[in-house]
């Protein structure tokens, strides 16, 4: 019984001792490799576009340009760079600067005033090869203005008249889909604007 006695703290010690070497043994184990991420949200802005885009447009153009020297009228040297423009034109209407009054004793919805078309011609210019000589180099300067002069030329080709007249054409179609309720609801959409008439309205 005394044999016990003293074989019991003993043992507990032991197993005491293990538990103490094991948990210093995992603190201190240079193999085991841990990683934290920490991630902030330093902005979160959320903005709400009210902007129609009615009609979209897309053409795309190749446009040679020769380069050359010339000596008393004859030409001795020359290269060429032939160019792809893609150009895309968009007609939008920002729905903001729309204003609407309800007449709901004439059963009226009556459209006041409404924004201008903004379009936007945006063209992107590649190089889809140089015809490049020993005498005459091509110089970054000369791809420059090449590749602007292909820009202007595409922007001018889009004939932005017809995009404007499209363009409030769609919007009319647009706005009548919008105002489905208002019919539904036996009210009659006046345009004083001038802008898009009585058709389909």
């Known amino acids: 019984m005394r044999n016990i006695r003293i074989l019991v703290p003993f043992v507990a010690g032991i197993v005491l001792m293990t538990i103490l070497f094991f948990s210093f043994k995992s603190c201190f184990n240079p193999t085991e490799k841990t990683e934290k991420s920490d991630y902030y949200i330093l902005t979160n802005q959320i903005s709400k576009m009210n902007k129609m885009v009615v009609l979209e447009q897309n053409t795309s153009s190749m446009q040679k340009t020769k380069m050359g020297y010339e000596v008393f009228g004859k030409e001795v040297s020359s290269n060429s760079i032939i160019t792809y423009t893609k150009t895309t034109a968009q007609v939008s209407y920002d729905l903001n600067k729309m204003k609407l009054e ?6 009226k919805l009556i459209i ?11 063209p992107s210019v590649e ?12 110089s970054e300067k000369d791809i420059k203005n090449v590749t602007q002069k292909a820009k202007e030329t595409a922007m001018k080709s889009v004939n932005q008249n017809q995009l404007r007249t499209e363009g409030r054409q769609q919007l009319m179609e647009n706005l009548n889909n919008i105002f489905v309720l208002a ?7 006046e345009d004083q604007t001038g802008k898009l008439g009585i058709l389909g309205l």
């Open 102 to 107: 309800v007449d709901s004793i004439n059963k």
């Open 112 to 122: 006041k005033e409404l924004p201008e078309a903004d379009i936007r011609i945006t």
């Open 127 to 138: 190089i889809q090869s140089m015809d490049d000589s020993f005498i005459n180099r091509i």
């Open 183 to 189: 019919k539904a609801l036996d009210y009659k959409i």
